[in-house]
């Protein structure tokens, strides 16, 4: 039957649920009729809101009824049934069928919810004094009990038999019992991850050269033969040469460039008189290969005009990099003009240094304070100056960079580095790439990108060591390849120990603060990396030891060790996107204190 205003009615309602309408069914049927009439379709509504939901079910089967249709609204669940056949009277039984199978239902879910969210347990990284009773005293490597965190800053947990808060980055979670959140698995990584590409993984062809390579030099062959194809990228020079005039700040330039200080062992030496008197090769710590040339100013009694471009040999170097500390000079006019027309191919770049002087000496003057704008337009105006100077001597369209070499964080620094990786040779692009230390983002962007690509040759190199380990006696070849390989993620990309403690003397904080305060997580993969990895390891021991298996299990090596790599290596990128918005908050509040 049909209301008057368009709803459906049953034959059990007194009412419309719609408008409230008097039902003439209900007095003159028999509501609790099971059969007798083949069109009959007894309805059961246990869900007061059911008519907002009813076109929202999921399918099940009970009894003898054929079709059941259950639509949960707001926790609740609505229920119809139609007769297989409306005299079949196992259709009368359906009711309480229907009921204790939705009670069924209910207590289920309610138990998943409760299995999903089984009690943390965590360990302390930082100790921690409460300064109120309701928070908990913590120690270093102390467990809490039923972490529940609260907000992103507090947690509630249980230590000693005692209820409190505690600081929710001072602990890191050990049993991770939340099924939608298994951080110590691989089920995070989708099918369309980067590494999981076929042609990623080993060939046939590859594996039988492998196992004749072990057969006939031995393991430690192997391995040093696979561990030197991840490092193919140091077998190109490249070659840098950094020119100008006495007291230019070339040799700054060229320990900045280095990630030295003035006073660091193998830094260039540093001066307010002509320290170079003749060309000096300085090679970077993370790259042999990568060579910065230190050569004598042009104009200098043992370097004239006119045997200079003979003598410095600029064809050999990859990159020119002319430095000034004011404007530029007729000599390195002179110099630049030269370069350029002998040679047409040479890439040229001018770097104006102390530009922080400049700033400091404009601000002495000024009564007022600068603002930020009257900073950006003050350096604009010294690039600009630079510019027309240089183009006054037919140097068109320039490449100039506004630089302060004891702070590469400041002014242009990153510009310079990210275009260094732009213009190099495509064949000598790792090679730079890897070697810089220079965090500019178009830098990190493409450090980024060369590691992700080293995951296919690294994940090959830890696969042969895990199938020739004791895997019975729990003997895992591969975990000092992939430590290794973290540790070179963390120096890359300037999270490393070594990195992190410059930022402290910087910033005048110290290393445990700033993993504190950034919560960094890699350095604790690292303390308890074998735990960490085991807890990654689903593949299990086997005694078979016929070829084509271990062809199989390799590859099962390859992609287990590939998808390791790949979260770890997504956590280190994560850890330095934190670390460059903490730095330029630290460097505010240091220019503010200033």
């Not at 209820?163 to 019992?177: A, T």
């Not at 910033?507 to 993993?515: R, V």
Request: glycine share 4%; net charge negative; proline share 2%.
């Amino acid at each position: 039957m049909i209301c008057k205003c368009g709803q459906r009615l049953m034959r059990h309602e007194p009412t419309c649920l719609n408008c409230g309408e008097h039902n003439s069914w209900f007095e003159t049927e028999d509501q609790g009729a099971t059969g007798g009439v083949e069109e009959q379709i007894p309805t059961f509504r246990i869900n007061d809101r059911a008519a907002e939901s009813r076109d929202s079910y999921f399918q099940g089967a009970y009894a003898g009824i054929t079709e059941s249709q259950y639509a949960l609204t707001s926790g609740k669940c609505q229920t119809r049934y139609r007769s297989a056949n409306p005299q079949d009277t196992r259709a009368s039984k359906g009711i309480t069928g229907i009921h204790s199978q939705m009670a069924a239902l209910r207590v289920n879910e309610e138990f998943k919810q409760d299995a999903s969210v089984k009690k943390k347990h965590a360990r302390v990284l930082y100790s921690y004094e409460p300064t109120s009773d309701e928070q908990l005293k913590l120690q270093v490597d102390d467990i809490v009990d039923d972490v529940q965190q609260i907000n992103s800053e507090w947690s509630e947990a249980t230590l000693n038999d005692k209820r409190g808060y505690i600081p929710s980055n001072y602990v890191e979670i050990i049993d991770e019992g939340e099924t939608s959140d298994s951080s110590d698995d691989l089920s995070d990584f989708k099918v369309d991850s980067e590494f999981s590409q076929e042609d990623d993984i080993i060939t046939q062809d590859e594996f039988w050269k492998y196992v004749s390579v072990l057969q006939q030099s031995g393991f430690l062959a192997l391995m040093t033969e696979l561990e030197r194809t991840n490092t193919e990228w140091k077998d190109f020079k490249i070659k840098i040469a950094i020119t100008g005039e006495s007291g230019a700040g070339k040799s700054t330039l060229i320990n900045a460039l280095r990630n030295l200080k003035d006073d660091d062992n193998g830094a260039a030496q540093v001066g307010c008189v002509e320290t170079t008197i003749e060309p000096t090769r300085y090679q970077h710590p993370n790259n042999r290969n990568l060579e910065l040339w230190d050569l004598p100013g042009v104009g200098t009694p043992n370097f004239p005009q006119t045997t200079y471009l003979k003598k410095a040999n600029f064809q050999q170097y990859d990159f020119i990099i002319l430095v000034s500390s004011s404007r530029f000079t007729d000599n390195d006019n002179w110099l630049a003009k030269s370069i350029a027309g002998q040679y047409p191919t040479a890439t040229l770049f001018f770097v104006r240094t102390k530009v922080d002087c400049d700033l400091s000496n404009i601000k002495q003057g000024k009564r007022n304070s600068m603002t930020e704008e009257d900073i950006q337009n003050t350096l604009l105006k010294i690039k600009e100056d630079c510019r027309k100077n240089l183009q006054n001597s037919e140097i068109g369209n320039p490449h100039i960079f506004m630089v302060n070499s004891h702070n590469v964080n400041a002014f242009e620094f990153g510009k310079l580095s990210g275009m260094l990786v732009e213009k190099v040779k495509s064949e000598k692009q790792a090679a730079l790439v890897l070697s810089l230390s220079v965090l500019s983002n178009t830098v990190v962007d493409e450090k980024v990108k060369q590691l992700k690509q080293r995951i296919n040759k690294t994940s090959k190199y830890a696969a042969m060591a895990a199938v020739n380990s004791d895997r019975e006696n729990n003997e895992k070849k591969e975990i000092g390849i992939l430590q290794k390989e973290l540790v070179f993620y963390q120096c890359q990309l300037g999270i490393d120990r070594k990195s992190l403690d410059i930022l402290a003397i910087k910033f005048k904080l110290d290393f445990e603060e700033i993993c504190r305060q950034l919560n960094f997580r890699s350095h604790r993969i690292l303390q308890r990396f074998e735990i960490y990895y085991g807890n990654h390891d689903k593949i299990k021991p086997s005694k078979k030891k016929f070829i084509e298996f271990l062809f199989f299990r390799t590859k099962k090596f390859q992609k287990q060790c590939g998808r390791f790599l790949e979260k770890v290596l997504n956590i280190c990128i994560q850890e330095n996107h934190s670390l460059h918005s903490k730095i330029a908050m630290w460097s505010t509040e240091q220019s503010d204190y200033a």
